[in-house]
């Protein structure tokens, strides 16, 4: 079984930032991608930033120049760093896990999704 566990959030300023971590935990044999998204109340579920097997980073075009994501694929694990937070930002961020491929009991490719974790950016 695969858990997704994510840590990190909370409340600060606009303009401050906040670091989210996460990692993706149980019998992994290799995984596509580990990242973020995010959802306000009343809206969809978008992308924030993506980091892949391959080291490649896709980002979300709200968050470009202001949020970066760090990855290491052998410990199945993500770092979100966002700086220059403004309200708008504010939201319930989800860690993804993308392609999961587990072989322990048996093949199996799927996608994962993190508890969620509140972001409020306010004064």
């Known amino acids: 079984q695969v858990q997704v566990v994510q840590s990190g959030g909370g409340l600060v300023q606009p303009g401050g930032s906040l670091t989210l971590s996460c990692a993706a935990a149980g019998r992994i044999t290799t995984i596509y991608a580990l990242g973020w998204y995010r959802q306000a109340p009343g809206t969809q579920r978008d992308l924030v930033a993506m980091f892949t097997s391959g080291g490649s980073a896709n980002y979300g075009d709200s968050v470009k120049g202001r949020f970066t994501i760090s990855g290491d694929n052998s410990a199945h694990t993500v770092t979100l760093q966002m700086n220059s937070l403004r309200p708008e930002d504010t939201a319930v961020y989800y860690c993804?896990?993308?392609?999961?491929?587990?072989?322990?009991?048996?093949?199996?490719?799927?996608?994962?999704w993190g508890q969620g974790t509140q972001v409020t950016v306010s004064s």
């Open positions: 993804f896990a993308e392609g999961v491929v587990t072989t322990i009991p048996e093949y199996r490719y799927a996608d994962y």
